[in-house]
């Protein structure tokens, strides 16, 4: 709660986004196996999975947005209610592992400097 109350203070004061309140968070316990690869362009800018769990044996176990994934809360483990088990299939535009995020997949080249250039 305390952590709420800072982020809606300080950084979403007077927006729709002041009214959100980030119940937990899930994290990899275990995402690679050995050494941790340093990013680099050979690895797409990430660091490896774990061969043997690509989602890293996330905790906690289950976790889901109430509101907006209401219909993937169960009791599966790897099957529903998991951040991770879902987001280790964002990728890039090319298809490379994109960290978790599905931001990269939609990325392009501005239209505008395309046109501009060429």
């Excluded at 690869?37 to 109430?66: H, I, M, Q, R």
């Amino acid at each position: 709660m305390a952590m709420n109350t800072v982020v809606q203070n300080e950084l979403t004061k007077g927006t729709v986004w002041e009214n959100y309140h980030l119940i937990s968070t899930q994290w990899p316990t275990q995402a690679t196996l050995g050494t941790p690869t340093t990013p680099s362009a050979e690895n797409g800018w990430c660091t490896s999975l774990n061969p043997v769990d690509p989602t890293g044996a996330p905790a906690p176990t289950f976790l889901a947005n109430t509101t907006l994934e209401s219909y993937i809360q169960g009791t599966v483990p790897q099957a529903s209610s998991n951040c991770i088990s879902c987001h280790k299939d964002a990728t890039m535009t090319d298809g490379t592992f994109s960290d978790f995020t599905y931001l990269l997949e939609r990325a392009r080249k501005d239209r505008h400097n395309e046109q501009s250039n060429g």
